[in-house]
């Protein structure tokens, strides 16, 4: 089973600012089968990239996804008010599918 | 647009059963896979079981496999996942998601359903 470790487990940011968030797999997910979801409170998860870099339908071009083997990210160019919320990472390389843990991101 | 939504959550005491439904709408059905995604109280997500979108493949997260049954009626446009032995630890959020065009990431979610599991 390939964890996925995610860090840090909260920022705490502005508005307007650039956030990084990582994803460092346990092992290499194949073929950058990747995906990060957002989760604000008492809400579904919300697709915003797959495969690592491919920004989900509708999804802004401030969010924006990289990385392959065992290190990827998710940046925020420009932190919006209703981007605070909860990210999270999925690998689909291997069975079984596994989650990381989250980031909080929240209002400072 | 695609709608994805779960019925059939509640209480239900340890070894107990529970079906829960999930009736879908806005895309050709059969077409994808469809999976069913968990999150416990104030916890991250787990993915629980997925089944193609013939039916005729399915596979179970270690936790809860020879106990839950993942099925589909694709004539009815409905996903169901049976649940039996139930334990303390089942309680969650239960999500029904679909499984996107390029692999299995989820796309589209229901809103959720609450399964408590509790004497």
């Known amino acids: 089973e390939i964890v996925l470790t995610q860090s840090p487990g909260t920022l705490s940011l502005s508005p307007g600012e650039r956030v990084t968030l990582s994803c460092r797999a346990s092992q290499s997910v194949s073929s950058s089968y990747l995906a990060w979801y957002q989760q604000k409170p008492g809400q579904a998860p919300r697709l915003l990239i797959y495969g690592a870099s491919s920004r989900a339908t509708g999804i802004p071009d401030r969010f924006s996804g990289s990385g392959s083997g065992t290190d990827f990210t998710l940046t925020i160019s420009r932190l919006e008010p209703e981007d605070f919320a909860v990210y999270y990472c999925q690998q689909y390389g291997s069975s079984p599918l596994t989650f990381g843990g989250g980031t909080k991101v929240e209002i400072k | 647009e695609v709608q994805l939504w779960e019925s059939g959550g509640g209480l239900v005491q340890p070894g107990g059963s529970l079906r829960l439904s999930c009736a879908a709408s806005?895309?050709?059905?059969?077409?994808?896979?469809l999976s069913w995604v968990r999150q416990a109280p104030g916890e991250g997500l787990e993915w629980v079981s997925d089944i193609s979108g013939s039916g005729g493949s399915t596979h179970y997260a270690d936790s809860v496999k020879g106990r839950f049954t993942i099925s589909r009626d694709n004539s009815n446009n409905t996903l169901n996942l049976q649940m039996n032995s139930l334990r303390v630890e089942d309680t969650a959020v239960y999500y029904c998601?679909?499984?996107?065009?390029?692999?299995?990431?989820?796309?589209?979610w229901g809103q959720g359903t609450l399964v408590t599991v509790s004497s």
């Open positions: 998601a679909k499984v996107g065009a390029g692999g299995y990431y989820f796309d589209d």
């Open positions: 806005g895309f050709t059905f059969s077409s994808y896979a």
